[in-house]
């Protein structure tokens, strides 16, 4: 789940395994595997980096136990 901003100053959590496409139009339009469409105020690089660390984090406790 990543934080993203609305056009309006409103924060949404998405399910970022959602995202269909993403899109710079010039706002950030993300289309979800529903069909339905989010405008958000997060350009696309920060979007993908928002998502990285957010699989980092759910990929973490296994590599710590792949450590052990």
Known sequence: ??????LN??????????IEIMEDTPDTVL???NERKYVVRES??????RIIEYK????LPL??????
């Open 63 to 68: 590599r710590e136990e792949e450590n052990s």
């Open 1 to 6: 789940m990543i934080y993203l901003t609305r």
């Open 9 to 18: 100053g409103k924060q949404l959590v998405l399910n970022s395994d959602l």
């Open 44 to 49: 696309l690089d920060e979007i993908i980096e």
């Open 31 to 33: 289309t979800l595997t």
């Open 56 to 59: 980092k984090k759910c990929n």
